[in-house]
């Protein structure tokens, strides 16, 4: 099993630029949690699906930030137009089992993303 | 609002060492907690995860309590090794399914 992958590792660009970043579930999971790490914040649940479904966006910061998921096996967190206090590292999470279920949430290994 | 707080922030013990990693949380109307490890640069990975009914779980050298009337939560660790150094993070589950994180507490482990 290859993990839940997400790209790219890294994402430098400029304030004002669109920025998106990709995740691909474990197959089978039918759960998806994006987060965001910070120093002054920690870890922040952004939002989650369930079978391909937004259920809970009460996380995303404002408008700038969207999250689609298309199919099963892929995501994408979008942030127009980024702004330099958007710099974190972003987490992508799937589970088979979602919230309340005593399930652990597998992590890829985040996408580090700095805005100039 | 739930908050969780891991004191204290940063440890360094030698190798050999058992050692105790706290977890604080102020609402006690929690549905699980659970101990990832986060290595630099990399994801979390789930070590424990105690449900609300629990008072405590084991793996190899580790063993988690809860106790949530008191709003606490040890992460134990036997024989420390220096590769248990990484940043270990509490999570607790509220009933609305929402994770709410610890800003972690960072071990180092010396040779």
């Known amino acids: 099993d290859a993990g839940v992958i997400q790209s790219p590792r890294h994402e430098v660009t400029e304030m004002g630029q669109e920025v998106t970043l990709r995740c691909k579930p474990i197959s089978g999971h039918d759960y998806l949690f994006w987060y965001r790490q910070t120093m002054m914040r920690g870890l922040e649940l952004l939002i989650y699906?369930?079978?391909?479904?937004?259920?809970?966006d009460s996380g995303m910061p404002e408008d700038r930030f969207s999250a689609k998921m298309p199919n099963a096996s892929f995501s994408t967190l979008k942030i127009q137009p980024s702004e330099p206090r958007d710099s974190a590292v972003y987490f992508c999470?799937?589970?088979?089992?979602?919230?309340?279920?005593?399930?652990?949430?597998?992590f890829g290994d985040g996408t580090r993303l700095s805005i100039l | 609002k739930q908050e969780v707080t891991q004191i204290p922030a940063a440890l360094s013990v030698p190798e050999g060492e058992n050692l105790v990693l706290n977890c604080s949380f102020t609402?006690?109307?929690?549905?699980?907690l659970q101990w990832f490890r986060q290595d630099p640069g990399k994801g979390l990975t789930s070590l424990l995860l105690i449900q609300s009914s629990q008072r405590e779980q084991t793996s190899g050298r580790l063993n988690a309590s809860l106790d949530k009337s008191s709003g606490r939560s040890t992460l134990y660790i036997a024989a420390s090794q220096p590769g248990d150094s990484a940043t270990y993070l509490c999570a607790v589950e509220g009933s609305q399914g929402n994770l709410i994180f610890g800003k972690g507490t960072k071990l180092s482990v010396k040779p």
């Open positions: 609402d006690s109307a929690i549905y699980n």
């Open positions: 999470a799937s589970s088979f089992a979602g919230t309340l279920s005593n399930q652990p949430q597998h």
């Open positions: 699906f369930n079978n391909n479904v937004p259920i809970d």
